[in-house]
């Protein structure tokens, strides 16, 4: 009998998927990678998607230990400020975050009172940190790339990968984001390829035409092996760059990259408002 219960939450207008990892032995569970709803055109934000995770953990029982984020989202806001208030929980990151942090505290010309030491996160993880999720074992694996400090979390037989890798039709997510590596992406994919063939990928994205059609945002580590049409195979470093930029070639940075990531690096926090509950985010121009 499986010790963990996996339950996939889709958010359709930025394609992300969430999850709720529950320790069934404990009844403890983590969330993955939560989304806030946010209308760019209006600024509204809005808790739909949160709040039918934190329901779904009070019809079961289950007690929320952690919010756990696979990286610093640039296409959606993350709800762990949201659920930490609702609902408990500790927050974590990777620790190279605070590389993300020092890079946009620049970008976006943020004050003094921004410290770019992590401080907005509960914990900070390092590579092959071991952490526990009631009774279970959460391996930590800083897997880069897609961003500076992109994590995965390796639970039971089952590793989340956030944007590391796309489940196998799709290939690969881009290396758009400021200081990304297409290079170091493949390593970081080895790296997840060479845990066990049997063990199960979910992937941190999914396009709505093939989540309508099927719900699967779960791979293995023998199907990314056979059929990933980027990183299938014994493909070359050099190859995978090629095919990599081949299938990202013409693609535009993500719309919401700049306001998302304001507050993704403050750990879902809205910036300091400025007045009685008035928050601004700041656009900066000719960046890139």
Known sequence: MSKIRIDPFYHPSSHSVSYVVTDL???QSAIIDPVLDFDIASGKITTVLADSMIDYLDSNGYELEWILETHAHCDHISAACYIKQKRGGSTGIGE???????????????????????????????????????HLDVHIMHTPGHTPA??????????????????????TVSADFPNSSAATLYHSIQKILALPNSTRVFVGHQPQTAWTQSN?????????????????????????????????????MPSLLLPAIQLNIRAGHLPPPEGEDNYFLKIPLNQW
């Open 96 to 134: 190279h975050i605070t590389k993300v942090q020092h890079m946009f505290k620049r970008i976006l010309n943020l004050d003094d009172s921004f410290h770019c030491n992590g401080e907005q996160f509960d914990q900070l993880f390092v590579d092959e940190e071991l952490i526990k999720l009631g």
């Open 25 to 27: 032995a404990s009844r």
């Open 150 to 171: 992109c994590v995965s979390y390796l639970i039971e037989d089952a590793v989340f990968v956030g944007d590391v890798i796309a489940s196998p039709d799709i290939g």
């Open 216 to 252: 699967i945002v779960e791979t293995s580590i023998l199907a990314q092996k056979r059929t990933n049409r980027v990183v299938g195979g014994k493909i070359s470093l050099d190859e995978f760059i090629q095919l990599h930029q081949e299938q990202h070639q013409g693609t535009s």
